[in-house]
């Protein structure tokens, strides 16, 4: 698992998990009303609402469902005050892992990140010890089926930064400020997006034997499960045919 291509692999297996248990809608409706608590209600003028809201209609959510966490954000319904945040520590053989988060509760969410990084082989580290190994970036992937002239082009045009070959799929980079830009215009020039965010990538990677992997694995697994918790990126580095027996 070299970098984070095949991660977002495990994280769209993960989220259709996620969703069947309903997880998924936890942690969106907590997005969107950050989002439109932070901005405002119009997607036109809000980008991380409108990415949020693409999410949610994207993982099936009902349209009232939606409405209502806007109302929230704005303060036209009665809601939960929520904290963003980022917690920073060190996963079996010293990956980086940053896990973002929003709660309604600090000290509650502090402590059960502690515990699954303790349970895991990993400890929570202090505030700015491994940010510094990630850049945030957008990110947006499409099939290798894809015209890759007519992709570089358009990306080009949009603004993005890069566009790289990751072994059958196409990955194109922008700055978090032209990501919106960049998506819509791959859009309107009829490309069919596999998944788009901004993310946090590692500068480098930290191979990673089985044992450690499945101990990693285990650890993502879990903090993924706790509502509180919106993302979570690492720079671990796992084989292929590591990754697939685990996954399995």
């Not at 692999?9 to 936890?26: E, L, P, S, V, Y």
């Not at 596999?194 to 089985?210: G, N």
């Not at 694995?217 to 990754?243: G, P, S, T």
Request: proline fraction near 2%; charged fraction near 30%; include cysteine.
């Amino acid at each position: 698992m070299a970098g984070h291509s095949k991660w977002a692999n495990i994280k769209h297996r993960k989220g259709a998990q996620d969703a069947k248990r309903g997880k998924i809608f936890t942690k969106l409706i907590k997005e969107i009303t950050v989002a439109a608590k932070i901005g405002d209600g119009d997607m036109d003028t809000n980008p991380r609402l409108r990415t949020a809201v693409e999410k949610a209609k994207g993982s099936n959510m009902p349209k009232d469902t939606i409405e209502r966490a806007i109302k929230k954000g704005c303060g036209d319904l009665d809601g939960v005050n929520y904290e963003e945040g980022t917690l920073e520590g060190y996963g079996p053989g010293g990956a980086a892992v940053l896990v973002e988060f929003l709660t309604d509760n600090r000290t509650r969410t502090v402590a059960d990140v502690r515990h699954s990084f303790t349970k895991h082989n990993g400890s929570l580290g202090v505030d700015g010890s491994v940010a510094f190994q990630f850049d945030r970036k957008g990110l947006i992937t499409l099939s290798g089926d894809t015209d890759y002239d007519a992709l570089f082009e358009a990306a080009l045009e949009s603004g993005a930064e890069d566009v790289k070959d990751e072994s059958g799929t196409y990955e194109i980079l922008t700055e978090p400020t032209d990501f919106t830009s960049v998506r819509d215009g791959l859009k309107e020039h009829g490309m069919e997006l596999e998944t788009a965010e901004v993310t946090m990538i590692p500068q480098s990677t930290v191979p990673l034997d089985e044992k450690k992997a499945e101990q990693m694995l285990k650890l993502i697994d879990m903090l993924e499960d706790n509502d509180d918790v919106q993302n979570v990126y690492h720079n671990a580095d796992i084989d292929d045919e590591i990754l697939e027996k685990l996954m399995g």
